[in-house]
C-alpha cells in the first residue's frame, strides 16, 4: 500500500460547482498535511496546511482532515476554469521521516465552460 | 513572501556532462530539498539537508550528489549525466516546523 493515495483523475466539474478532492494515507504518525496546486509545466504552489482533525477554510478553500479514518479532503467551491490544475496531497511526521514530506501523485482536476 | 530561485528553467546537456544545478532560498530556511518530477511518478526526493554542509540521502541518490556550503544555497550535481536523468528538477526549502516546502520554479533538463 502507497503511504499517500490520490485518485489520479481527471476529476471533471463545471464552473461554480464544488469540486472534492480526497486522499488517504496509512502512516497514523502523520502530524502534517498539505495541499498543493501545481500547473502543467510548473512547479508546486502550496494552497491549504492543515494539522488537527476538523475543517480549515481560506477563501474558496476548505481542508479537511480525519485522522481516525486516516484522509484529507480539499474542497474548491465556485470552481473556476482558473483552478484546473494537478492538486498534490503531501503529509509530514511520518515516522521516521524527520522533516521530509511524502507526496502523493496528484488528482488532476478539469473545471469545464 | 518565501522565494525560491533556481539557475536554470531550461538545461540541455550531453551524455557523460558535469551538470550543476543550484538553488538559492531567501528565508533563512534550514532545511532544503532536491527532487525530480516524472510522468507517472511524482515527486521523488533525491538529497536534503537540514543545515550547511550536512547531506542526506533521499529515494533515489544514484548518479547525485549535493553541495551545501551556505545556507542559503543548496546545488545538485549529475556527476556524469545520462538520458535516464532528463527530468523536471525541484528544489524546495522550509523550517523544521512548521514543515511547509516551498518549490522553486523548476529547471527541466535535457540529457542528449
Known amino acids: 500500500q502507497k503511504e499517500v493515495e490520490q485518485n489520479s483523475g481527471p476529476l471533471s466539474v463545471p464552473e461554480g460547482a464544488i469540486a472534492s478532492l480526497n486522499c488517504t494515507y496509512s502512516d497514523r504518525g502523520s502530524q502534517s498535511f498539505f495541499w498543493y496546486r501545481q500547473y502543467s509545466g510548473k512547479s508546486p504552489e502550496l494552497i491549504m496546511s492543515?494539522?488537527?482533525?476538523g475543517d480549515k477554510e481560506d477563501g474558496r478553500f476548505t481542508a479537511q482532515l480525519n485522522k481516525a479514518s486516516q484522509y484529507v479532503s480539499l474542497l474548491i467551491r465556485d470552481s473556476q476554469p482558473s483552478d484546473s490544475a494537478t492538486y498534490l496531497c503531501?503529509?509530514?511526521?511520518?515516522?521516521?521521516?524527520?522533516?521530509?514530506?511524502?507526496f502523493g501523485t496528484g488528482t488532476q482536476l478539469k473545471v469545464e465552460l | 513572501d518565501v522565494k525560491v530561485t533556481q539557475s536554470s528553467r531550461y538545461l540541455v546537456k550531453r551524455t557523460g556532462e558535469k551538470v550543476f544545478l543550484e538553488c538559492v532560498q531567501d528565508m533563512d530556511h534550514e532545511n532544503m530539498f532536491w527532487y525530480r518530477q516524472d510522468p507517472g511518478l511524482g515527486l521523488r526526493l533525491i538529497y536534503f539537508?537540514?543545515?550547511?554542509?550536512?547531506?542526506e540521502k533521499g529515494d533515489i541518490p544514484e548518479g547525485y550528489s549535493v553541495s551545501r556550503e551556505k545556507k542559503e544555497r543548496f546545488s545538485l550535481i549529475l556527476e556524469s549525466a545520462s538520458t535516464n536523468q532528463t527530468s523536471m528538477y525541484l528544489c524546495?526549502?522550509?523550517?523544521?516546523?512548521?514543515?511547509?516546502?516551498?518549490f522553486g520554479p523548476g529547471t527541466r533538463l535535457t540529457v542528449l
Open positions: 524546495a526549502s522550509s523550517l523544521p516546523y512548521p514543515n511547509e516546502q516551498f
Open positions: 539537508s537540514y543545515d550547511v554542509k550536512m547531506k
Open positions: 503531501a503529509l509530514g511526521g511520518l515516522t521516521g521521516g524527520g522533516n521530509k514530506l511524502t
Open positions: 492543515i494539522y488537527s482533525n
